[in-house]
């Protein structure tokens, strides 16, 4: 079952950040010029620029102690790993976006603390307004780097705008004739340490103003503080607006409009292999709790097997799945399943998941799907009462001294001029001692009982550190089903656009899980994400 959902284009969207990170570790390696530590996250002096309430928000928090070339310097390194050259690219595409050649630009004098936000349009339909905030590594980079950047400017016939607010200077520019693609951007340099970029002067402007507004700016957000000392530690933390979830990471909207979403806030990690991702969802209203059936689910586990594909674990399979319930896991989780399940061949898949009141396992094996649910549910019974409606009757048949329950028809069929008897198919059933096996077809039941599971249990062991943690929804996917969840997913391909050629071969893996939590006094939704690079 492809489980392309919400969850899996959310952690997605943020590969072109892992990447940026991924070749600072690896480059880090080899020039001990960087301290790139996955620690307690704490805020940028730049978040005092940026309000409580933005469309997105990035703070890019490593630390550098030696040198001014080191993103120079990484982009250098090793240039036969397809990692660091990607990394590369979408640094010079995301700066080429706001008109900057980071080569030539930034390079020489740019620190690696970098933050970015994304402000709500002025109106609907409009593009969002940004600021950005650049760190500089010496007293000189960023004043230097403001005299060449707006002297050509002025050579191309700019019509440059200074201004002065509270003894902070902002040039802007008006229209450049002579660059027909030339970006609108105003600057403003604070203490010839932090250049601050935006789209609009007025923007730059209000950035100014609320620096002084504590209880206005990120930095003087208390609560913001108290999330991140929830999250993960890691390297960049991430917030994102009701808004943007549903515009542009197709959220569920029902999730906003019946459980007053307050936002996501997120921290990112980069080892040499993974891109981990530890977000909160957090709501103004409480959402409900939901029966964790613990036993049942391990016995699940214990039972897999196979050279499985991918795997996806659902825990109180009808509650999650509870049409009437507007509990934002429940929708966040719903749609999209039951949205892939209506795409599957036949009823069998959607008839066992609508009637299990346990927990269940999905398995994708390479001949076919595999569903784990206990004996007690779907009861037998019912599902016969479903197939005889199809007219399909239930059989036995034995394979290998193993007993196999069978749901299927006779049908005719036409080869040639003549007619023949075909069977039609509707479900295997395999029992267990504890737990019923349905499988799409006898070979992917026969795949069950191989060896492979570990390599799926190794991604969500890694995803949830914690023994006493059992989320009500998991995800494990290999190479293969990962990328087939990104090929056609909008966003993915404009970052594709960024860099000029296909990511598909970095991607080796996903696993996500998500889960309630208690957060200030009130159940929140966490999600964690791995993505596994080369």
């Given at each position: ?18 990447l ?32 409580k ?108 705008k ?86 542009l ?5 029902k ?7 307050k ?29 964790n ?6 016995s ?100 290998n ?35 019923n ?98």
């Amino acid at each position: 079952m492809k489980v392309r959902s919400f969850l899996i284009a959310l952690t997605s969207a943020f590969i072109f950040l892992a990447l940026l990170m991924l070749g600072l570790d690896k480059a880090m390696a080899h020039t001990s010029q960087v301290s790139l530590e996955n620690k307690v996250f704490k805020l940028p002096k730049t978040a005092q620029f940026f309000p409580k309430e933005t469309a997105l928000t990035l703070h890019l928090n490593a630390e550098s102690n030696k040198t001014p070339q080191y993103f120079e310097d990484s982009a250098h390194l090793n240039k036969t790993k397809e990692s660091i050259q990607v990394s590369k690219k979408i640094i010079d595409g995301l700066f080429a976006l706001i008109g900057l050649d980071f080569d030539a630009d930034l390079a020489e004098w740019i620190s690696p603390q970098i933050s970015l936000a994304l402000l709500e349009p002025d109106k609907p339909g409009q593009p969002n307004n940004w600021v950005l905030g650049i760190s500089s590594l010496d007293q000189n980079g960023a004043q230097y780097f403001l005299q060449r950047f707006w002297q050509k400017k002025a050579l191309a016939g700019a019509n440059l705008k200074i201004a002065s607010n509270d003894g902070v200077i902002i040039i802007s520019d008006q229209k450049v004739p002579l660059e027909s693609n030339s970006k609108h951007i105003s600057t403003a340099l604070i203490n010839n340490q932090l250049l601050l970029l935006a789209s609009k002067k007025k923007v730059l402007e209000r950035s100014l103003t609320i620096s002084q507004l504590p209880d206005q700016n990120q930095l003087g957000d208390e609560e913001l503080k108290r999330t991140i000392k929830h999250l993960k530690d890691g390297v960049a933390f991430i917030t994102i607006s009701p808004q943007l979830l549903h515009s542009l990471f197709s959220l569920p909207l029902k999730v906003n409009q019946d459980s007053n979403l307050k936002g996501l806030n997120a921290s990112l990690r980069s080892t040499m292999e993974t891109i981990s991702f530890d977000g909160i969802f957090q709501f103004v209203n409480p959402i409900e709790g939901i029966e964790n059936k613990l036993d049942q689910s391990i016995s699940l586990i214990n039972e897999a097997g196979g050279p499985i594909e991918g795997l996806a674990f659902l825990n109180s399979t009808s509650e999650l799945l509870s049409k009437s319930s507007k509990d934002p896991l429940k929708q966040l989780i719903r749609k999209p399943l039951l949205d892939n399940l209506y795409k599957t061949k036949g009823i069998a898949a959607k008839a066992i998941i609508g009637l299990d009141e346990g927990p269940l396992l999905w398995i994708k094996e390479p001949q076919g799907w595999v569903l784990g649910t206990s004996q007690e549910s779907p009861l037998l019974s019912i599902i016969d009462k479903i197939f005889m409606q199809q007219k399909q009757v239930r059989s036995e048949v034995i394979v290998n001294n193993q007993v196999f329950q069978i749901w299927s028809k006779l049908i005719a069929k036409r080869i040639g001029n003549h007619d023949t008897l075909d069977t039609e198919l509707g479900v295997i059933l395999s029992q267990g001692s504890h737990n019923n096996w349905w499988g799409e077809n006898l070979e992917s039941l026969q795949q069950k009982q191989e060896k492979g599971l570990f390599l799926r249990q190794k991604q969500l062991e890694k995803l949830n550190q914690n023994p006493e943690s059992h989320p009500f929804l998991q995800l494990a996917l290999n190479s293969n089903q990962a990328k087939q969840q990104l090929e056609n997913w909008h966003p993915w391909r404009l970052l594709q656009a960024l860099t000029g050629n296909s990511l598909q071969e970095i991607v080796k893996g996903l696993a996500l899980s998500i889960d309630t939590d208690w957060f200030e006094g009130q159940r929140a939704i966490h999600l964690r994400a791995n993505i596994q690079i080369a």
